[in-house]
C-alpha cells in the first residue's frame, strides 16, 4: 500500500433513493473522465467508488433472529463511526479499508478491502447526504431523482436477480421500511445537493455538465500544483 499522496482528493457525495442509479452514476462518471486524454496520461488521476452499502453494520443475534422486521433504510443500520472516519482518512490522502457486505445473508464478509486513497473518490448512498460531518467532507453532492415506480420497478428485477429475494419479499419490504424511510430520512436531504440530476443514468446531458465540472477542478488543482 502506497503512503499519503500529495493532492487532497476531490470527493463526491451522491445520494438518492433506492434502486435510483447511484452506482451506475458514479460508473459513468468515472468511464468518463478516464476517456479524457488529459487525464488519461500523467498518472496523476486514479478513481475511487465506495458504496455506502459496504458499510451496514453487522446485526446483533436478536436483529438476525426477527430479520424480517429490521429496517435497512433507518440510518441506525449504517456504521456511521466507520464511514465518516474512513472518508476523513481518504481526504488526508491515507489509505483505508473497505469492509464487503453480503446482502444474501445481511452480514459483513470476514475480510475486507485495503483501498488507496485517490483524486476523485465518488461515495454513494441512500443515505450519503444524512450525516453533516460527511457532508463536510464532500466537494460536491449530487442527487439522483428518479420516479419512485421505476425504482420500484428496478428494486424488483435488482433484489429477485442479484439479491436472492423473491418478488412477494421485495413488495413487502418496499412498503414496511424502504418507501416510509425514502420519505422520512432519504428525501429530506435532497436539500443538501448541489446538482440534482432528473431521471439518472439516462440524463446524458447533466451527467456530462458534471463530468466537466469534475474535469475543470482536477485541472485548477494540477494548475496550483504546478505553479507551487
Ligand atoms: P441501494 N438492503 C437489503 O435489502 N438487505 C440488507 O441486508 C441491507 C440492505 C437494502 C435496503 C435498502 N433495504 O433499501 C437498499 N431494505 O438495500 C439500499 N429493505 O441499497 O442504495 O443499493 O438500493
Not at 418478488?167 to 428525501?187: A, C
Request: hydrophobic fraction near 40%; charged fraction near 25%.
Amino acid at each position: 500500500m502506497s503512503q499519503r499522496r500529495a493532492n487532497r482528493p476531490f470527493i463526491i457525495g451522491v445520494a438518492g433513493g433506492t434502486a435510483s442509479g447511484k452506482t451506475s452514476v458514479c460508473t459513468k462518471i468515472i468511464a468518463d473522465l478516464r476517456q479524457d486524454k488529459e487525464f488519461k496520461d500523467g498518472s496523476v488521476h486514479r478513481f475511487l467508488h465506495i458504496a455506502q452499502d459496504n458499510f451496514y453494520r453487522n446485526l446483533t443475534s436478536e436483529e438476525q433472529s426477527n430479520i424480517g422486521a429490521f429496517n435497512f433504510d433507518h440510518p441506525a443500520a449504517f456504521a456511521w463511526g466507520e464511514i465518516v472516519a474512513t472518508l476523513q482518512d481518504l481526504k488526508e490522502g491515507l489509505p483505508a479499508c473497505i469492509p464487503n457486505y453480503d446482502f444474501v445473508t445481511s452480514s459483513r464478509q470476514a475480510e475486507a478491502t485495503a483501498v488507496d486513497s485517490a483524486d476523485v473518490i465518488l461515495f454513494d448512498g441512500i443515505l450519503a447526504f444524512y450525516s453533516a460531518e460527511l457532508r463536510n467532507l464532500y466537494d460536491l453532492m449530487i442527487f439522483v431523482n428518479v420516479d419512485d415506480d421505476t425504482r420500484l420497478a428496478r428494486r424488483v428485477r435488482r433484489d429477485i436477480t442479484e439479491r436472492g429475494r423473491d418478488v412477494l419479499q421485495v413488495l413487502d419490504q418496499y412498503e414496511r421500511t424502504v418507501k416510509p424511510s425514502f420519505t422520512q430520512f432519504i428525501l429530506p436531504t435532497k436539500q443538501y445537493a448541489h446538482i440534482i440530476i432528473p431521471r439518472g443514468l439516462d440524463n446524458s446531458v447533466a451527467i456530462d455538465l458534471i463530468t466537466q465540472h469534475i474535469k475543470w477542478r482536477l485541472s485548477e488543482r494540477l494548475q496550483s500544483k504546478t505553479n507551487a
